[in-house]
């Protein structure tokens, strides 16, 4: 065999690899994430954002875990002070991270939540998820940080995806997904 009918050869097995890598690579079920509109309260002198947050297409979320599937809902809240001439500032941000996965044994769903000792449990995905969930409390920074009459903006932005999807990968293998749905985001803007 000759060296041009080699290189052509490798080619040939370089191309049908990747074609077969890029079709084998199917995105994980779509889960609708749906955040509920956030209020701002203040809890003991803290300014805090409550939210919570449902998943639309439960059955298939609970085949994806049945069938072994570790997911991770990450939250990232942040406080801009909006500036008309600059660009906004950062006063306050916090990260909300909660994993659920289902135990084959006992055949409970598993929730974990942040300041909270033990996961919460339970056979009822619906009603775990409304109990984690449906109500997320999440402190940002002093009320006495703000500035009377300035303008802020409150932004919440949650993913859902598998707790085994590597970061840096994910930036290379463009076309495989490990998100289990699209990202959900909320902006709101206020004058203290």
């Known amino acids: 065999m000759r060296n041009?009918?080699?290189?052509?050869?490798q080619g040939l097995f370089t191309l049908l690899a990747a074609l077969t890598l890029l079709l084998s690579a199917s995105p994980a079920q779509s889960q609708t994430l749906n955040l509920?509109?956030?209020?701002?309260?203040d809890n003991a002198g803290m300014l805090t954002a409550n939210f919570?947050?449902?998943?639309?297409?439960?059955?298939?979320?609970?085949?994806?875990?049945?069938?072994?599937?570790?997911?991770v809902m990450k939250c990232r809240v942040k406080l801009f002070k909006v500036r008309d001439y600059w660009l906004d500032?950062?006063?306050a941000k916090t990260n909300f991270e909660s994993?659920?996965?289902?135990?084959?044994?006992?055949?409970?769903?598993?929730?974990?939540?942040?300041?909270?000792?033990?996961?919460?449990?339970?056979?009822?995905?619906p009603m775990l998820l409304k109990e984690g969930w449906?109500?997320?409390?999440?402190?940002?920074?002093?009320?006495?940080?703000?500035?009377?009459?300035?303008?802020?903006?409150?932004?919440?932005n949650i993913t859902l995806h598998e707790t085994d999807a590597p970061?840096?990968?994910?930036?290379?293998?463009?076309?495989?997904?490990?998100?289990?749905?699209p990202d959900s985001t909320f902006q709101l803007e206020f004058t203290y």
């Not at 509920?36 to 309260?41: L, Y």
């Open 36 to 41: 509920m509109p956030p209020a701002i309260a």
């Open 134 to 156: 449906g109500t997320i409390e999440t402190a940002l920074c002093p009320w006495s940080e703000l500035t009377r009459g300035e303008k802020y903006s409150l932004q919440l």
């Open 52 to 71: 919570g947050v449902t998943v639309e297409e439960r059955p298939v979320l609970k085949g994806e875990l049945e069938d072994g599937a570790k997911l």
């Open 99 to 125: 994993v659920l996965q289902f135990e084959p044994l006992s055949k409970d769903f598993i929730l974990t939540l942040p300041n909270r000792a033990t996961p919460l449990r339970g056979k009822d995905l």
């Open 89 to 91: 500032s950062i006063v």
């Open 167 to 181: 970061e840096g990968l994910t930036r290379l293998l463009y076309f495989w997904s490990w998100d289990t749905g």
């Open 4 to 9: 041009h009918d080699r290189t052509r050869l």
